[in-house]
């Protein structure tokens, strides 16, 4: 019997050359995801960076102790804000918390910084001048 007269078999295609381009497509797609880094971590890494040494600044007081830098500082940070466009740090807040030293000069690593919010710390010291370089802050508060 061939294939061409029995009412049972059918005849089977070859794949033509547009049919194996959504096939590449998948297979590119597929390499890429897995070649190219994670896009979970948000956080930008001068950011990172800068928010380590605001805590060493600090001393590396209970609340912020669990900035783990094996962790994203965009979401997963107590007192951090991100921008959810740029992945930078907009805000910086603090309340009722365990902070007992002056504001570190380090403020002023965080260019984008919108808002610092130090309300009902035990901060000391004086302002740092380094908050005066902060071009883009429009909320203050250090209500102690």
Not at 3 to 26: D, E, F, G, K, V
Not at 28 to 39: E, I, K, M, N, W
Request: glycine content about 2%; proline content about 8%.
């Amino acid at each position: 019997m061939n294939s061409t007269t029995s009412p049972h078999l059918t005849r089977i295609q070859t794949p033509t050359p547009n049919m194996a381009i959504p096939h590449i497509t998948i297979l590119v797609l597929l390499f890429l995801s897995l070649a190219l880094p994670s896009f979970s971590v948000k956080c930008h890494p001068n950011d990172k960076k800068a928010l380590l040494q605001f805590k060493k600044g600090l001393n590396n007081p209970y609340d912020i102790i669990i900035w783990d830098p094996k962790t994203d500082c965009y979401s997963e940070w107590y007192g951090v804000k991100c921008d959810q466009k740029t992945n930078r740090v907009i805000q910086l807040s603090f309340s009722n918390s365990d902070l007992k030293l002056p504001i570190p000069a380090t403020v002023d690593d965080h260019p984008y910084l919108q808002s610092l919010a130090l309300y009902y710390t035990s901060i000391t010291g004086q302002i740092p001048q380094a908050i005066s370089k902060l071009s883009n802050l429009k909320f203050l508060d250090l209500c102690l």
